[in-house]
């Protein structure tokens, strides 16, 4: 991860908790999506689930072709703030759900042949349709993030097809991806064709859903396009991506402050930020995220253990060791902090909610959003 424009922070000036995206990065990524697209002629959409941050939206509709909600919420954000194309995919959806996708939505996906039946006569010539099939496989070791484990409920089997009509769809959707590269998009593509080629007649599209790491250096960009081409030729649908992760892969990082040392068996710093309010995939995946300047445990001469300023026991972002000692007022730099935090953030404990800042290419860091006391209270009741 390249972290030149992270390492050139002035500190000094930058008030904690904050997150920072930096909009060279920002772009890096866009441009490397737009090549697949310019390759292959798919549509890509940014998926809102994974990053959210509206202010960044002038930039990425450069590049992208719309959004990708998962609620009614984020369908708005998308048609608001985006003003591109707006796909909607929900589990399940209640009558208020399906008033307020067809306001904001040009596409719905259903979960179910439940849901479509149910809906189909509200939605059917107002937007194009779709439904999300589980191809029944994957390659996701951990089931919290495997759309095809055994018994998942996200996507229609392949056995719940048999003696149905598609009258009416216009596409339909996969998701089985988490963090890969494209030989594990080549593999699931052998059992989704396999399973559902006969159902792609008349189907306009077809979405690969997300989870392609698209940005990660080590992707194999050309086996992906040579992927989508070959779907597209054989079937003559449009191919649609999904990337949340990989539009904001390495593009942010969140910056905190040691508020105080101890010693229990080990140093232990605390600090204004917290793994369980502001980085909470660090306890759900759970992984340890990497800092500027800190090594892994005894790499360095100090180790220290980070820790958060809730009250939750486990609030502890991991051990970490430093080329000197920790001291009070101290500021840390945590890496590959965009995707999956701000839009996951919580205010447990009424704790502060980071600022979020853009590191723009020419002119330094400038603060977009600033949360307080209002921001806990009016969630509440």
């Not at 996507?155 to 216009?170: A, C, H, Q, T, V």
């Not at 992906?224 to 079937?235: A, Q, R, T």
């Not at 905190?256 to 917290?274: K, P, R």
């Amino acid at each position: 991860m390249e972290t030149k424009r992270f390492e050139r922070l002035n500190l000094n000036k930058i008030e904690t908790p904050v997150y920072i995206v930096d909009e060279a990065y920002l772009e890096r990524n866009l441009k490397i999506l737009k090549s697949v697209k310019d390759r292959t002629g798919c549509k890509i959409l940014l998926a809102l689930k994974g990053f959210a941050m509206h202010s960044t939206f002038p930039l990425i509709r450069k590049y992208l072709d719309g959004v990708c909600a998962s609620s009614p919420h984020e369908a708005r954000l998308g048609k608001e703030k985006f003003g591109k194309e707006v796909h909607a995919y929900g589990p399940a959806y209640n009558e208020k759900d399906i008033a307020d996708l067809l306001k904001y939505s040009d596409t719905i996906v259903f979960n179910s042949f439940n849901q479509w039946n149910k809906y189909k006569n509200k939605v059917e010539g107002k937007v194009e349709t779709g439904l999300r099939v589980n191809p029944g496989y994957a390659e996701v070791e951990n089931p919290l993030y495997n759309p095809c484990a055994h018994n998942s409920r996200l996507g229609i089997p392949f056995k719940d097809f048999k003696g149905k009509s598609l009258e009416g769809i216009d596409g339909l959707h996969f998701h089985a991806m988490c963090e890969q590269n494209s030989d594990v998009l080549q593999r699931i593509l052998e059992r989704f064709e396999e399973k559902f080629s006969r159902h792609f007649s008349g189907m306009k599209w077809i979405n690969f859903g997300g989870g392609h790491h698209i940005t990660r250096p080590d992707y194999d960009v050309d086996l992906l396009c040579k992927l989508v081409n070959d779907f597209k030729d054989e079937y003559g649908v449009q191919v649609y991506l999904e990337p949340g992760e990989a539009i904001a892969l390495h593009t942010g990082v969140l910056v905190a402050s040691v508020q105080d040392v101890i010693n229990n068996g080990m140093d232990i710093a605390i600090l204004d930020t917290s793994a369980e309010t502001h980085m909470p995939d660090v306890l759900a995946m759970p992984y340890r995220p990497e800092i500027i300047g800190a090594g892994k445990p005894r790499q360095y001469k100090c180790t220290y253990r980070l820790g958060g300023q809730t009250c939750l026991a486990g609030d502890v972002i991991g051990d970490y060791s430093f080329k000197k000692k920790l001291k009070t007022g101290d500021k840390l730099v945590f890496l590959d902090m965009a995707h999956y935090t701000m839009v996951k953030t919580t205010t447990f404990n009424g704790v502060k909610l980071p600022d979020i800042a853009i590191n723009r290419k020419k002119g330094g860091v400038k603060v977009v959003k600033r949360f307080g006391y209002g921001d806990y209270k009016n969630r509440l009741s």
